[in-house]
């Protein structure tokens, strides 16, 4: 096996340097290839050469599983038209120029499919570009739309926090110029009304503007070109202490220590209510930057709404060290927060003033927690668990690009990390006795006696569905009794209806419910009439 | 742009030549790809290079159609529970050796994705290999599931029919070694029952055997190696004329004329009713071949329950012209046809017996009909709205080529075509006046008086959603009373909740129902105190 891992390297280095000279390499790459095919044949693969699993990344939803994750899109989706959101859905894949150059150093994570001769596409990587190009596509200048799919991102996954390859968001927009922060407000409402309906538990949003975030920039001296790289920096602070950001900031990015620092006198503040902003509106410097000052009065006016009109304040931390990486927003930004699903760093000096204090917890040792990419599940919370701002430019920048002049869209919006309210929601129920029902089925219908009645109980199951009840049966013409009940046990159905040659003679079936603990001689369950059957079973399910 | 073209098309040819030769041919693609983007440049695109557009063969999802599609799987969900399914999701791509081999010449229809360096990955092309991959890795030995998701196949698209690259599939499977045909039989209710409950008008449902077919081609003498190749052109009955296909047999796939009339024989037998059964049963010679007359055995037993336990056998066509193209099938295979759906030449002679009428409509003249792809949708029929059958040996084919023994897991399935519903059921809704819903609000809050009550609007809207009731207000601090009026109406929301400054003194808001006719002097509304306004709004919504 040496000599093959050996071979291969020199293979992958003789490729790259082959490359490099611009030479087709087509013969040491299928060699390459037929080596690697050997080398996991000879590990675990059958004879077609090839491994019964999903790709790197993915996951089948089972049915329990499948389940809840419907229940959570029902509650979302009530929550959504509630607000008046319209429902949408787009292609999974787009066309490859739609998505370049909308999500920065994340384009690299792009899944590409492959040209096979026609347009060249790529999966989606969110659902707010579609939804930008859609606006643009339609020509729509407002619109409040909902859209719950799957995206796609090529990252690093960890399972068991729901950090996938292929996962569902939960997206609402609202699109249109309205009035200052009254939509904004709304869609904050929104999304403390999902998380509440969810039962996540204790959860914060934090809360930021980008347009403070620059005025800081711009009274710090942060140099216009480097503004995208020490944003990206600041909104390391939820994991990374101070000081680890500031030494990026100017090791790495180049930034003046004097720079850092000022910015540093205001990263770090952070709170629920009003303080911050008071503190922030009373200072003279910072006021005399025009965006800082707009900023600061959209997120006065903004609380006003949350206080006084929803009644939602009280969930908002104020936080100057939220930056977001995404290039697109120029408004709000959020980012909502469960107790708890923090990863353990956020709890270290974030502050200059706690900057003197060792990381905690930076040099865990590699333990079991350590997946197979290298990566220390134990140092990864769920983290975010939904995020999202204003981006008043995506629209009319697409309808630019594609050479139709309009006028701008603004948009507001906020999307759901389903997978990581379901990690918490499962991990919760694991703790629980109770196994999840897989199926909705009300009524077993279970046949007594050799003759098995399959017939009959094929005539009462269509009898059943044909009034919208959930109803099944064995298919065995004889099927044993112990495996009928068991079956009806396990599927935890709550009704069995019992046919037995004596019963049909009389034209009844007996229903009995099951887990329900009867006094004794009370056991037998109740004689129904056929005729009766499907207003007695109605009426037992409500 | 001739020259353009026709430097195009020199290099392609020249590409061609080059590849038979297996040189390198990399300049000249480039430089034809230049071209071509220069060609597109000049046609339509913007600054940027590209078009607003969606990929070919797919489309946006637009709110009201969404709403419909929303509605038909909850239709569809309803039944498929009613009947104990239990509901899985599968990654939209998989392994690419996982997907390979199984589609026959339909292979080339599958999207992969690039090779961006690690696992090579295909999107997928059905939800029937997903779920036979699901059960081998799972060492699953009997399930009912359903799945509802997108499939992909890079086919030639005809949008107005419903045939299109991106496309939704609903699957209903039975997994599991059960007494023969029971659950067969439930698996065509459940077909019968949900075409039905969508409404899509009159249907059939025609029915054949894949060993009554093996027994034919054995007694006609067809040769083992053959039998793919002639399965496939028998299947075409349904477009051409027995002419046409027994030419197909013979000429292009070189089977003896003898065999091909011996063919011809039977698979122009079709009926509702016992009839062709009767007709095969009495032939003396099929009967002798043992695949058909196990074939014919499973038929009667499956007329036996379709026809006395679930009453629906009136629905079934047996047709001996049904072949399906895939190679999966063991037993049972179905195909439901909605009336007026069908190509207009399955009209046409589909047996030996007409064989000599000249074909219809094969020279119908390139029209209007004819779209960019070079189809004439006037020709094309919506074709097959759902299909399925047994497909016994696939799962374990999985689990042995994965190197893991197992018994088998045989299954039977249906697939039903949501996109071809939706096409019938948009095309009806189009002929009525009434304009679809795209939104579900049912109280819009307005304000009267010029000072605009938006505090007050918000409170109570915040109010109503806590209820659970869907409201909306404009996003404005003043808005214009006809604006409001208006977006009422468009929405066609039922109640308007009614603000103004001296009904707040008073502690009520008027609530007036929206289309509903009244005699005149009552047109005002009611006037409902703010402390009972949930209570009032929920019982008049019911």
Known sequence: MASVDERIKELQDKIKALKVAKQDASKEVEEMKALKAQQSKDKKDGPAGFQLKVPKGTIDQKPAAALLRKKIFATLEGIFAKHGGELIDTPVFELKEILAGKYGEDSKLIYDLQDQGGELCSLRYDLTVPFARYLAMNGITSMKRYHIAKVYRRDQPVMSKGRMREFYQCDFDIAGTYDPMVPDAEILYI????????????????LNHRKILDGIFELAGVPADKTRAISSAVDKLDKLPWADVKKEMTVEKGLDEKVADRIGQYVGLKGKGREVLATLQGDKELNTIASAKEGLADIALLFDYL?????????????????????????????????????????AAATPAAAAAPAKGKKAAKSATVNEDGVDESTVGV?????????????NMFAEAAGSKRDKVPCVGVSIGVERVYAILEQRRRAEAAKPREKETDVFILSLGKEGLLPERMKLARKLWEAGIKAEYQYKAKPKAERQWAQAADDQVRFVAILAPAELEKGVVRIKEQG????AGQDNGEEVSL???????KARLG
């Open 307 to 347: 206080e006084h009109s929803f009644g939602v304040l009280d969930k908002i931390s104020f936080d100057m060290s939220l930056a977001r990486g995404l290039d697109y927003y120029t408004g709000i930004i959020y980012e909502a927060i469960v107790e708890g699903s923090a990863p353990p760093s956020a709890t």
């Open 191 to 206: 999304l403390i009304e999902a998380l509440t309906a969810l039962d996540v538990g204790e959860f914060t949003i934090k």
């Open 383 to 395: 983290g975010s668990i939904a995020a999202g701002g204003r981006y008043d430019n995506l629209v």
């Open 516 to 519: 329900v603990v009867r006094e």
């Open 531 to 537: 005729d009766n059957v499907v207003e007695y079973l």
